[in-house]
């Protein structure tokens, strides 16, 4: 009983957290703070995500956690690669 | 339900709600801190150790409840903690890239300059490159 309460909680926690980083997404004050954003708004999915598998009790989505974890530091590393050299494989 | 789900079931809650706080303070950091370079501690320290809680909630609930050791969950933990000091570090230096210039920062003692201003640093060493194996 008390798990389902603390699984709400969590739920809240992480989609108020995804609300910030949206508004941080589209008002910040340089493209640096949108980059960060965007980078915290990936980890703020894959708790979601994680915590819709403890919710379903199916082990299907972790793939999918896994592989959202690796596309999103690879596009960060990207974007501030594209920031500092103006290209992003040299 | 024996002891031992009893005992598991307060441990998982305990972490999510730990989790979520953390989570919480990160993202609400990222919003309210003055500086960007301040800005950039709040996620990357407190979101990723939310994320990593509720992780390791996950895992201790699919061992308990459903009787299934999954790895998946540690995975991805390990890959964001490994991640977020990178990312960290990309993000500082295109800020620096951005807004500072070389007499904003400090001497670094060490007889080079700070690799994102020094104009002559290229990112492999030249004896490197041309130190191949035999063919």
Request: net charge negative.
């Amino acid at each position: 009983m008390i798990l389902t309460y603390a699984l709400d909680f969590a739920f809240l926690c992480f989609g108020l957290g995804l609300a910030m980083n949206l508004y941080r997404v589209f008002v910040a004050p340089g493209v640096t703070d949108r980059i960060l954003a965007l980078d915290t708004m990936v980890i703020n999915v894959i708790a979601l995500i994680v915590l819709y598998g403890m919710r379903t009790g199916s082990g299907i989505n972790f793939e999918a956690a896994l592989l959202f974890a690796m596309t999103g530091f690879v596009s960060t590393v990207a974007y501030c690669k594209f920031i500092l050299r103006g290209d992003i494989i040299e | 339900m024996t002891g031992v789900e009893q005992i598991a079931e307060y441990v998982i809650a305990g972490l999510l709600v730990f989790g979520g706080i953390f989570a919480v303070i990160g993202s609400f950091g990222l919003l309210k801190l003055p500086q960007m370079m301040q800005r950039l501690h709040a996620p990357t320290k407190a979101a990723t150790l939310g994320v990593g809680s509720a992780l390791i909630a996950s895992m201790i609930y699919f061992l308990v409840f459903e009787g299934k050791i999954s790895w998946h969950e540690l995975l991805i933990t390990l890959f964001l903690f490994l991640t977020a000091p990178i990312t960290a570090t990309f993000i500082a230096k295109a800020q620096m890239h951005r807004t500072l210039t070389k007499d904003d920062v400090p001497p670094t003692g060490v007889g080079t300059e700070w690799a994102t201003f020094d104009p002559n640093v290229t990112s492999v060493d030249p004896y490197l490159l041309n130190d191949r194996d035999p063919v």
